[in-house]
């Protein structure tokens, strides 16, 4: 005796539609550039951690027009300033910084191989 089951399997299909603001589009070329163009910054301060978050805290409230980070290089903490496209623009701001950060220096921060 043989017994033959058949079933129909019903697949539902659909489809997928991803709207997304044109700024996100504009938000990754400039991602993209920033890693193609040199960029200078200031470095205001390296050495010991809490230091270095009293100093980038005492900058913020001096100039908060002008971006700051936090970078970790052993042993030293280090705080970099501004993302400046020419280095006349980082020699002016250069200027401002000195007053308060006599140590300040401008640089340009190795990229990132990718």
């Known amino acids: 005796m043989m017994l033959l089951f058949s079933t129909k399997i019903m697949a539902q299909q659909g489809q997928v539609t991803v709207e997304q603001s044109?700024?996100?589009d504009k938000l990754l070329e400039y991602k993209k550039d920033l890693k193609t163009i040199e960029l200078f910054k200031i470095q205001?301060?390296?050495?010991?951690?809490?230091?270095a978050e009293n100093t980038r805290s005492k900058f913020n409230s001096s100039y908060s027009d002008i971006p700051?980070?936090?970078?970790?290089?052993t042993p030293n903490y280090k705080i970099w300033v501004g993302n400046f496209r020419s280095r006349l623009e980082a020699d002016r701001a250069l200027l401002k910084v000195k007053k308060e950060f006599p140590a300040a220096f401008i640089?340009?921060?190795?990229?990132?191989?990718?």
């Open 107 to 114: 640089f340009v921060p190795k990229r990132e191989r990718s």
């Open 22 to 24: 044109k700024k996100i």
């Open 44 to 51: 205001i301060y390296s050495g010991s951690r809490s230091v």
């Open 68 to 73: 700051s980070t936090i970078e970790y290089d």
